[in-house]
Every structure is written in C-alpha cells, then in structure tokens.
C-alpha cells in the first residue's frame, strides 16, 4: 500500500513523447509557413523575370522602331537614287538626239564612213552633204564574223529626221535590204527597247507592236492603246495586267 505523502514521480516516457511530438498547431503553423516560402518564391521569381526581361523587350520595340526608321530612310533615298539615275539617263539620251546607228554596211579598211552615210541617205531621197555630218565612226570592237555598226551625228535634228523617215524604203531596196537604221541609245535603252521587242514577239495576244521615236520606247497593246515604257518594271506590270 502506497503512502499518500509520497509524491508522484512523473512518467518520462510520456514526457519525451510529448515534447518530440509537434502539436496539431505545431504542423498547422508549418504548413503555414511553407505556403507563405512558396508564395514569396514564386513572387520573387515572378519579380525578378519581369526585372531582367523588361528592359529586353523595351530594348526590342526601341530596335524595331529604328529598324522601321532605317528601312524607311533606305526606301526614300532608294527612290531619290531611281529619280536621279533617270534624270541623268535622260539627260544622255538627249544629247544623243542627233545621232543615229547604222547596222549591217560590210566593212572594209578602205572605206570612209561620211561617204557611206551620204550614198545611204541618197538611195532614201534624202539629201545630206558633208556639211550635215559632225562625224561618223564604226563603233565597238572589230570582229571577223561581224560588222561594227556605224554611228553618225549629223549637225541639226532636222537632217536627222529626214533619215529616220525615209529609212522605211530600205527593204525595198537591194543593196541594203539587210540594213537597219536605229535611234542611238542608252546602254538603259537599249536594253529596255530589246525586251520590248521581245515582249512583242512572245506575247502576241497582249501587245501588237513596239518602236522607237525620238529615244524614247513605246509599245501597242492588243486594244490599241500606246504605252510609254521606261521601265523594265513597268514593262512586267503591263504583261501582268492585261
């Protein structure tokens, strides 16, 4: 029988086991805590993407910006240099305006080419003299299965265009049936009279015909509206078009 005086001696085990042991509370407050770490984890991400990709994609509108300024400031000179290059183009064709080419003359060592120009224009009833001819030349690099062309530059337009109508009679005329009389153009020109031509011959549905007045190229649509072409640009657009 135990004496009641004695005191109780406490249970150590369950003591142990109540301070191991984390209270409801305890793992309450923990969870706590982890949601709140978690949540300040994803904000601080959140900041600190927004913090290093800010100034990215202010830094990506600013190039865009620039890059629209930069192909807008190429576009406009691009067009300035188009412009100019045509003014300058024009400019040399017209000082070309009393100049014609001369195709298919055979050519020997002999020959004086004034004297070709004015037995030419003779078999056309065109009267031209010496006097009318600033000067005549072959032109280009001499070839043993070919004739240079000859270019002349008469002293008036006028005299000019007396030749360039009557060429038209040539190919009725035997010695020079193979001989052609053109406008002297531009390397521009020349191109782009070529590919007109060209343009005729493969598109016949589209295009009747094409010439050469004055240095300048026109063309006849199957409609009969005449087109001035100065552009290969815009020579696609009409194939395009119609």
Known sequence: MSNPNTPLRPNKKAFHSELLSPTI????SNIQDNMITKMDLNKMLKDLMEAYTKPLIDKLEALEKENK?????????????????????????????????????????????????????????V???????????????????????????FTSYRKRKEVMVGRRVLKSIPKYNRVYVNDDLTKKNAILANEARKAVKENKIIFKQSWVFDG???????????????????????????
């Open 69 to 125: 300024y930069l192909k807008e400031s190429v576009s406009k000179i691009e067009k300035r240099c188009q412009n100019q290059e045509k003014q300058i183009d024009d400019l040399e064709q017209y000082s070309r305006r009393d100049c014609l080419r001369i195709f298919g003359i055979p050519e020997n060592k002999e020959e004086e080419t004034d004297n070709i120009v004015i037995d030419l224009a003779k078999s056309i009833n």
């Open 127 to 153: 009267n031209v003299s010496a006097n009318d001819i600033n000067r005549s030349h072959r032109v280009g690099q001499r070839k043993v299965d070919s004739h240079r062309a000859i270019i002349v530059k």
């Open 216 to 242: 300048k190229i026109f063309i006849k649509l199957q409609n009969d509206s005449i087109k001035e072409v100065t552009t290969l640009q815009q020579l696609a657009e009409l194939l395009s078009k119609n």
């Open 25 to 28: 509370e305890d793992k309450v």
